[in-house]
């Protein structure tokens, strides 16, 4: 069983809900923070980190005396990460989305396989929890990589919590595609709504069951949940604004360290999710 | 010699477009016959998803012109034209004909004998821009910085 936990919006409480689930799941649960751009979930479950290693992707190296400068690898690259000029042929590795068909194209085998880092995979236990994370290098633009890397650790027979990114773009994409289950923390304001509106309408193209939980639910206005009702999306789980929480978070506390009182509520989502 | 001008029409009434990779067209221009040698329509770059400046730096390149006059060349773009050798006069406004008017007299400016007189009578010369070939960098003009354009730069992937 795979749950995502994504927003459309940042900063709703994906990583708040999310650890605090992961503490709530009974039995060997898998925590993989597929937010590779800011991952965080470290910062609550406090993990030891035990495992890490740099994760490369392959870009093409082009060997100036075997290419003919026949522009097929030019023509074929969609990102422009091939430009070349009369004897002259330029590749730039960072545009590259090492979809291979530059390879493909080349009949005089002028490209060879070069790597490029795009960060590490770190992996360890916090307690019960088998917590694994992406971290991107600086620099780099292509996180789904990435983030396939990260989710490839996901056991089967366990279950398994992803905290996703925020948005509707491709590592939000990624990082829920496998996922049984989406959580949708979002917040009870017009950003939070408009946010929510385009994440369910990605979701919806994949057919992915979701249920929503409003964070801070009694700020803002009722826009989410009439929302909801209209498009027949359950509020599995409303989360007051609450000063503890807060300072809990600014101190690196999970929330049912904060609010020990929603450990039950949350354990009880869980089990809603299941059925 | 041939030049490129970024432009946003199709002819030398046009304004110059800031932009270098996603300009609405490239205008190559013969300074000798004074002529618009070639139209390059440049909407494959402005939908590119990405590298558009790199993608039409090497189109240029292919035309063998021998300066670009533009507002503003990108890093992977000016890599590409630094390669090619060509020279690029950045931070360029107003419409495709002062453009290349200015050019063309700056370039005449060059000459040596009058670079000489100029010194003699204690007349600083204008910033320099050489026009000889295989000479790299940004060249002269009004610099970085300058009118970035503001329809999409790029689209971004990210949140």
Redesign the interface.
């Known amino acids: 069983m795979q749950i995502a936990v994504a927003s459309g919006k ?1 900063g709703t409480g994906k990583t708040t809900v999310s650890t605090s689930l992961a503490l709530c799941a009974e039995g060997g649960v898998q925590f993989l923070d597929c937010d590779v751009e800011e991952p965080n979930g470290h910062i609550f479950l406090k993990p030891e980190l035990t495992e890490s290693y740099r994760h490369t992707v392959t870009v093409p190296r082009i060997m100036t005396d075997s290419c003919t400068y026949c522009g097929k690898c ?1 023509n074929i690259c ?4 091939i ?4 004897q ?1 042929i ?1 590749s ?1 590795s960072d ?1 590259c989305h090492s979809c291979l068909g530059c390879f493909l194209v080349c009949e005089n085998k002028a490209i060879v396989r070069a790597a490029r880092e795009i960060g590490v995979v770190e992996r360890g236990r916090a307690g019960d929890i088998d917590y694994v994370h992406g971290r991107i290098r600086v620099g780099e ?1 292509m996180a789904v990589p990435l983030i396939e890397e990260v989710k490839k650790k996901a056991a089967l027979a366990s279950l398994v919590i992803i905290d996703a ?3 509707t ?2 590592p939000f994409v990624e990082s829920v595609s496998d996922a049984d289950f989406v959580l949708l923390v979002t917040e009870p304001t017009p950003f939070g709504l408009h946010d929510l509106r385009l994440t369910v309408q990605v979701l919806r193209n994949f057919a992915k069951p979701c249920g929503v939980l409003i964070n801070r639910s009694d700020l803002g206005d009722d826009g989410v949940e009439k929302w909801c009702r209209v498009e027949n999306i359950p509020v599995m789980l409303k989360i007051p604004f609450d000063r503890t929480i807060a300072e809990g978070y600014a101190r690196g506390d999970t929330l049912v360290k904060s609010r020990p009182d929603l450990r039950q509520p949350l354990k009880n989502l869980l089990r809603e999710i299941f059925q | 010699m041939k030049i490129a001008i970024s432009s946003t029409g199709a002819n030398l009434q046009a304004g110059v477009d800031p932009r270098f990779g996603r300009a609405a067209f490239l205008l190559i221009y013969d300074t000798d016959n004074r002529e618009v040698v070639e139209v390059v329509n440049n909407a494959e770059g402005q939908d590119a998803a990405q590298g558009a400046g790199i993608s039409v730096a090497g189109l240029i390149a292919q035309k063998g012109v021998a300066a670009i006059l533009t507002g503003r060349v990108g890093p992977k773009a000016m890599a590409v034209i630094d390669k090619a050798g060509i020279k690029v006069i950045s931070g360029v406004m107003g419409t495709v004909e002062e453009a290349i008017k200015s050019f063309m007299t700056r370039t005449k400016r060059q000459e040596p004998a009058h670079a000489a007189k100029a010194r003699a009578a204690g007349v600083v010369p204008r910033s320099g821009c050489r026009s000889g070939k295989g000479r790299q960098g940004s060249g002269c003009g009004a610099g970085m910085g300058k009118g970035q354009g503001g329809r999409g730069m790029g689209r971004s992937p990210g949140r």
Do not use: I
């Not at chain 1, 969609?78 to 990460?81: K, L």
């Open positions: 940042g030019r969609r990102f422009n990460a430009t070349m000029f009369g002259t330029m730039f545009l633009a990114p925020p948005g773009s491709c």
